[in-house]
């Protein structure tokens, strides 16, 4: 079993920023890709960003330039930088690991969530 544990969401002011952290632990001997997605009130749950093992990356358009997603492979770790945050990025932010575990499964974990408000 893998958990994945979030951390840093909150209240923001537009054009702030914020830092999400997102700890793996459990069953792991690697994680292929992470990422964070995110639900709006209402809306679908959408990509934000994904990065690799080999640190490729992939973001979405609304995010492009703002938000930066990193990893540290042997932390079992990611981050996503959001800088310039607007109204439209308020959301429940979610981890997601696609995970390769010992014993050989391989297995598609979420995190809890954190809420980002970005409001005046």
């Known amino acids: 079993q893998v958990q994945l544990v979030e951390s840093g969401g909150g209240l923001v002011q537009p054009g702030g920023s914020l830092r999400l952290s997102c700890a793996a632990s459990g069953s792991i001997f690697s994680i292929s890709v992470m990422g964070w997605y995110r639900q709006a009130p209402g809306k679908r749950r959408e990509l934000v960003a994904l990065?690799?093992?080999?640190?490729?990356?992939n973001y979405a358009d609304s995010v492009k330039g703002r938000f930066t997603i990193s990893r540290d492979n042997a932390k079992n770790t990611a981050w996503l930088q959001m800088n310039s945050l607007k109204p439209e990025d308020t959301a429940v932010y979610y981890c997601?690991?696609?995970?390769?575990?010992?014993?050989?499964?391989?297995?598609?974990?979420w995190g809890q969530g954190t809420q980002v408000t970005v409001s005046s």
């Open positions: 997601n690991a696609d995970v390769n575990e010992y014993g050989g499964g391989r297995n598609d974990y």
């Open positions: 990065i690799t093992n080999s640190g490729r990356t």
